[in-house]
Nanobody, 120 residues
Framework: QVQLVESGGGLVQPGGSLRLSCAAS????????MGWYRQAPGKQRELVAR???????NYADSVKGRFTISRDNAKNTVYLQMNSLKPEDTAVYYC??????????????WGKGTMVTVSS
């Protein structure tokens, strides 16, 4: 059974920092791309950052220079370091694991999310 368990969310003041973690089990972690998505109230879920199995990263324009995604394959864990947080970063943050198989089938798993609230 695949499980992605996020942690590290909470309440932080504008300008502050948080580090989210996502621990994966039930998959061969090292061969999956890992991503962080977020969904604010009344908005669609959006990609925040993604890291491939090879370590390549991409970020949403809104978080470039402030957020850093990393992975530790030995611990089956992906991280999202969030600095200079803004109120508009407030959302539920979800961890995602994806892998494209031969033929184009996508294996796709989601965590249950962790709430991040940026407010004074």
């Amino acid at each position: 059974q695949v499980q992605l368990v996020e942690s590290g969310g909470g309440l932080v003041q504008p300008g502050g920092s948080l580090r989210l973690s996502c621990a994966a089990s039930g998959i061969i972690f090292s061969i999956y791309a890992m991503g962080w998505y977020r969904q604010a109230p009344g908005k669609q879920r959006e990609l925040v950052a993604r890291i491939t199995s090879g370590g390549s990263t991409n970020y949403a324009d809104s978080v470039k220079g402030r957020f850093t995604i990393s992975r530790d394959n030995a611990k089956n864990t992906v991280y999202l370091q969030m600095n200079s947080l803004k109120p508009e970063d407030t959302a539920v943050y979800y961890c995602n694991a994806d892998r494209v198989l031969v033929g184009g089938l996508v294996m796709d798993y989601w965590g249950k999310g962790t709430m991040v609230t940026v407010s004074s």
